[in-house]
């Protein structure tokens, strides 16, 4: 069984921190991926990022960065300077290599972040 | 193009009574899923579809019943509604992938559902 867990629920930072959320999955695959959202205040989900399991780069876009750590079954995202738009909930998910088809997500209970100005 | 879709935006129910909700798609995508959102339980799975005519359970399937008769389309129906239920329920779509695996999921706005 795949198993996302998200342990911080809730971050409170002052605007302009760097904040790092963190991911951790359990899969028994050796090919998966691993995706990061936002969900905003106004509840719809806006994808970050994809990431596949044979891939162990670090990316940066802008502000954001991702570590993939397969050693650790980590996939964590940190925002630099932070700003107030950057208050929302953040899920983290897995996904499955299944072959035939894609067989949905796997969510962590995700992590509200608040940016305090 | 609207990406997808979900109607209605807001719904109350009664215990018992049954409805539909519809999910639509105009970026041609295979695969439709549907999902509920409860507080602090992130998103799970209900039920989910790989092309026209084919459905498959998720992780929470039971309550709910599916089907998708066009590719565009893929509804999800409550036949006799429970307070259980309450939740927030969202669409996906995403393309059938170049690679075998999980692709990109867009996700509809949501449709908030109260059972009383």
């Known amino acids: 069984a795949q198993k996302v867990t998200q342990a911080q629920t809730e971050i409170s930072v002052v605007e302009k921190e760097d904040v790092t959320l963190d991911c951790v999955y359990e899969?028994?695959?050796?090919?998966?991926?691993l995706f990061w959202y936002k969900q905003p205040p106004s509840g719809e989900l806006v994808f970050l990022i994809r990431r596949n399991s044979f891939d162990e780069q670090n990316e940066i876009s802008g502000r954001y960065s991702w570590n993939f750590q397969k050693s650790t079954s980590s996939f964590n995202f940190t925002i630099t300077a932070s700003q107030v738009v950057d208050s929302a909930v953040y899920f983290c998910?897995?996904?499955?290599?299944?072959?035939?088809?894609?067989?949905?997500?796997?969510f962590g209970k995700g992590t509200h972040l608040i940016i305090q100005p | 193009n609207a990406g997808v879709t979900q109607t209605p935006k807001f719904r109350v129910l009664k215990t018992g009574q049954s409805m539909t909700l519809l999910c639509a798609q105009d970026?041609?995508?295979?695969?439709m899923y549907w999902y509920r959102q409860d507080p602090g339980m992130g998103l799970r799975l209900i039920h989910y579809s790989v092309g026209e005519g084919t459905t498959a359970k998720g992780e929470v399937p039971d309550g709910y019943n599916v089907s998708r008769l066009k590719k565009q389309n893929f509804l999800l129906g409550l036949e006799s509604a429970a307070p259980s239920q309450t939740s927030v329920y969202f669409c996906?779509?995403?393309?059938?992938?170049?690679?075998?695996?999980?692709?990109?999921?867009?996700f509809g706005p949501g449709t908030r559902l109260t059972v009383t």
């Open positions: 899969t028994r695959d050796t090919t998966y991926y």
């Open positions: 996906a779509s995403s393309p059938l992938s170049t690679y075998r695996g999980s692709g990109e999921q867009y």
């Open positions: 998910a897995l996904g499955r290599d299944s072959g035939g088809g894609a067989d949905g997500l796997t």
């Open positions: 970026m041609n995508h295979e695969y």
